[in-house]
């Protein structure tokens, strides 16, 4: 019934997430419900979540946000995959690459006639067929949703930006919208007596703000979810042994890649994401095994270019809250949990609390039902997130650190394990329900780490051997020819009137 909506919304906390959430739900609920959200200057962001992955897109489209507009007002450039160096073993690089690789011929996947090839003494790469590689290694992009003239499907992509620009980017698209923005710090949180709702928020010189439902984009510190409502969290250090970062920016020194990089060391990996204006860098690491100074020191040495600001250390626990929707409060961000930014997803798992969460909007009676399903999907969510982010860290054959030598004999959760081994002896990946992660990606972290079937598809053995080199010549010379056809990266920027380093 109308007279039962929630009628008062408060964001408690700002950034990419406390913006994200607001844009969408004032889009999605227009006048029918007053958002506002509270934040202060005074307080700082983590803000080191610059890289994407594609369904960015699909939360853009829905705030109806020009494509061009947004990358000259983030400083963002396009993502077309993520290269990961030394994972496997010292001087070994791969990519996950966005998109598919190949093409399905009959019954079986693509990747079972890449085997019969390789049996047979064929020596390409697996990323010979993957558009998606060959492009981000040439420096190449433009719009390409299919190759013409054929049935292979185009580039997928996503993007590079500044954090704190997409945050005010969707500020200014929010406040226009009638989300109604208030400055200043939280000092505490008043529960309702007869249920321990959280009925307001106190703030700094004795004002009280209420509302009906509270989204908890505190951060790490949260003080609503965690503080206020005692919601526990769940550690996952046992499988992600990484407990600090140190972020500093870099000075571009040559035209910005179309992909992020991910470079293992002895204690953890370093990412160099390339904006317009700058490169973002870190380093993830163990503080059981590095200092913060050796990391420090190993992060600066790995620049491109000159530093533009001073290192800063990030703390973290990787893992995730008990609930994520507990009473009328949902933690959204960094407040619901943490996983390293290793697969791009921290700003992925905000637009699915904030797109699951508009879906089970809750009324004034906020039935249980509501937050049963929301914390269903979210652990979902986070779970298949994480055991893709352990894959990385278990698959790994290098024997020079201790660190690398735990990953690779610590036991891993059994979902994964299932995963593992199930390639291993066949070739066979499924996906599971609705998770991120399609088998394209989880095909290329386990061959790209050595992790090889044993056998492939019998069904691949139906295709005469003249008819599978063709089949798969065919392929790399048309992806080439696409390829061929792209503008540079940097070339395709300028001409949305970006200004990029190295363009024409």
Known sequence: MAQDRVRRLLIVGGGTAGWMAAALLSRMFGQTLAITLVESEDIGTIGVGEATIPPIQTFNDALRIDEAEFLRATQGTIKLGIQFNDWGRLGDSYMHAFGGIGHHHALSPFVHYFLRARAAGRTDRLWDYSLNERAAQAGKFGKLPAIQGTPLAGLNYAYHFDAGLYARFLRDLAERGGVVRRE????????????????????????????????????????????????????????????????????????????????????????????????????????????????????????????????????????????????????IGLSSGFLEPLESTSIHLIQQAVVKLATLFPDQGFAPAFAAEYNRQMIDEFEGIRDFIVLHYHANQRDDAPMWRHCAAMAVPDSLTRRIELFRQSGRIFREQNELFHEVGWMQVMIGQNIWPQRY????????????????????IIMGGAISRLPDHAAYLAQLGCKVVGAA
């Not at 598809?457 to 790399?476: I, R, S, T, V, Y």
């Open 184 to 331: 200043g710090k939280v000092a505490g949180v008043r529960l309702r007596g007869s249920d321990g709702f959280v009925e307001a928020v106190e703030m700094e010189g004795g004002e009280a703000i209420e509302a009906d439902c509270f989204i908890d984009c505190t951060g790490m510190r949260a003080l609503l979810i965690g503080d206020a409502l005692k919601v526990g969290f769940i550690d996952w250090g046992q499988w992600l042994p990484c407990d600090r970062a140190i972020a500093v920016q870099s000075e571009n020194v040559a035209p910005p890649r179309p992909y992020t990089q991910s470079s293992a060391h002895s204690a953890g990996w370093q990412w160099r994401i390339p904006l317009q204006h700058r490169t973002g860098n870190g380093h993830v690491f163990s503080s059981a095994w590095m200092s913060e100074d050796e990391a420090t020191q190993i992060l600066l040495d790995g620049l491109e270019g000159p530093r533009v600001n001073d290192p800063r250390v990030i703390r973290f626990r990787t893992g995730r809250r008990e609930k994520f929707w507990d009473r009328n409060v949902i933690a």
């Open 457 to 476: 598809d019998h069904m691949a053995d139906a295709l005469p051997e003249g008819e599978l080199n063709e089949f798969l010549d065919n392929l790399k």
